[in-house]
């Protein structure tokens, strides 16, 4: 296998490219996480999209036989449930006994469960905001590997406001793990930038929106291809669960819902559930939603397969490092 690049990361999942495709809400079906992994990265099923268990487990054994042998693996949200009941523990179950060897972890402390997926051999990979505290504390737990984000991220980048090359830096200077950097990336140029910050890898996630792989309306695709730099906006401050999401009607709503003094959390609630934005992902009625995205959102220029954006990406960081190279004169 050619791996123009050699990581802790890349050997840790066996993989072409130190580029991880982040679980996506809704998003990160068998379908799309085949298509990462047989371009050569790792993407991970984001279990909270699938009905229940049994979904989860029919979707772990599509994906495997779409990957081709190829690695993939599983997101698993760390979150209590507002009845109470545990819903983590039996999605370890499923992965355990299904055989997925890699998950990648986020939300909540993990520590309750870490070790469980430790003992049955699984690699995990925990996703935290740009603070050190969170990155020392994953690897104290045990983490393989950690993935810093940073502000520029879509979805929930943390309250501080710590962006990804400060991140980047002051994480894979405070731990021995691999460090992965998040947020804002989406090209070649940027991964190599990250390798040189210390990092091992990048995760992507808003970039690979417009993937042909992704079953969203092409409608929500053309808009991301519209979208710039400044298309993103922060919200749910007031909840303290800041949310990076794409400038829409139904964003500006909920922005001003938050002006309120005091903030009406039940009158905001109804407005930032899962399933408003599942249907606009199905009816392409984007302005309709708070849809996570990230600052990267510029680069997703095209809607085009998965293997010609990870190629695109490669022959980026190809060209990236060959200019480097021209402009270091040592001794």
């Given at each position: 296998?050619d791996?123009p690049?050699?990581t802790?990361?890349t050997?840790?999942y066996g993989i072409r490219?130190?580029?991880i495709?982040?679980?996506l809400?809704?998003?990160?079906?068998?379908v799309?996480?085949a298509a990462v992994a047989?371009a050569?990265?790792?993407?991970?099923?984001?279990?909270a999209?699938f009905?229940?268990v049994?979904a989860l487990?029919?979707?772990?054994?599509?994906?495997r036989e779409?990957?081709?042998g190829?690695p993939?693996?599983?997101?698993?949200?760390i979150?209590?449930s507002?009845?109470g009941?545990d819903?983590v523990n039996?999605?370890?179950?499923?992965?355990?006994?299904?055989g997925?060897k890699?998950?990648e972890?986020?939300?909540?402390?993990?520590?309750?469960?870490?070790?469980r997926?430790?003992?049955?051999?699984?690699?995990?990979?925990?996703?935290?905001?740009g603070?050190l505290?969170?990155?020392?504390k994953?690897?104290?737990?045990g983490?393989?590997?950690?993935?810093?984000?940073?502000y520029?991220?879509g979805g929930?980048p943390g309250?501080?406001p710590?962006?990804?090359?400060?991140?980047?830096?002051?994480?894979?200077?405070?731990?021995?793990?691999p460090?992965?950097?998040?947020?804002?990336l989406?090209?070649?140029?940027?991964?190599?930038?990250?390798?040189a910050?210390?990092?091992?890898?990048v995760?992507m996630?808003?970039?690979?929106?417009?993937?042909?792989?992704?079953?969203?309306h092409?409608?929500?695709k053309?808009?991301?291809v519209a979208?710039g730099?400044t298309?993103?906006?922060?919200?749910?401050?007031?909840m303290?669960?800041?949310?990076?999401a794409?400038?829409?009607g139904?964003?500006?709503?909920i922005?001003?819902?938050?002006?309120?003094?005091?903030?009406d959390?039940?009158a905001?609630?109804?407005?930032i559930m899962?399933t408003?934005?599942?249907?606009?992902y199905?009816t392409?009625?984007v302005e309709?939603?708070m849809?996570?995205?990230?600052?990267?959102v510029?680069?997703a220029?095209?809607i085009?397969?998965?293997a010609?954006?990870?190629d695109?990406i490669?022959?980026e960081a190809r060209?990236a490092?060959?200019?480097?190279?021209t402009?270091y004169?040592?001794?």
């Open positions: 296998m791996t690049f050699k802790r990361i050997d840790l490219l130190p580029v495709a982040s679980g809400m809704w998003l990160a079906d068998p799309y996480v047989r050569g990265l790792i993407g991970f099923m984001t279990a999209s009905p229940d049994a487990r029919t979707g772990i054994r599509r994906c779409l990957s081709e190829k993939f693996g599983v997101n698993i949200m979150r209590a507002r009845d009941t819903r039996p999605l370890i179950d499923a992965v355990i006994e299904e997925v890699f998950v972890t986020a939300g909540n402390n993990p520590e309750a469960y870490i070790r997926l430790k003992d049955a051999g699984i690699k995990v990979l925990h996703k935290v905001p603070v505290r969170y990155v020392k994953a690897e104290a737990l983490a393989d590997a950690v993935t810093v984000i940073g520029e991220a929930h309250v501080e710590v962006g990804s090359i400060v991140a980047g830096v002051a994480a894979a200077r405070a731990v021995k793990i460090v992965i950097v998040a947020g804002g989406g090209t070649g140029e940027q991964l190599v930038a990250a390798l910050l210390g990092a091992e890898g995760a996630g808003t970039r690979f929106l417009v993937s042909e792989e992704i079953w969203a092409r409608q929500y053309e808009r991301l979208a730099e298309d993103t906006t922060l919200l749910l401050q007031s303290r669960n800041t949310q990076r794409l400038k829409t139904h964003v500006a709503m922005q001003q819902l938050e002006q309120a003094q005091p903030v959390t039940q905001i609630l109804p407005h899962g408003v934005g599942r249907n606009a199905e392409g009625e309709k939603a849809l996570s995205c990230g600052q990267g510029v680069f220029d095209k085009e397969p998965l010609a954006i990870v695109r490669e022959a060209i490092m060959g200019r480097l190279n402009l004169r040592p001794g």
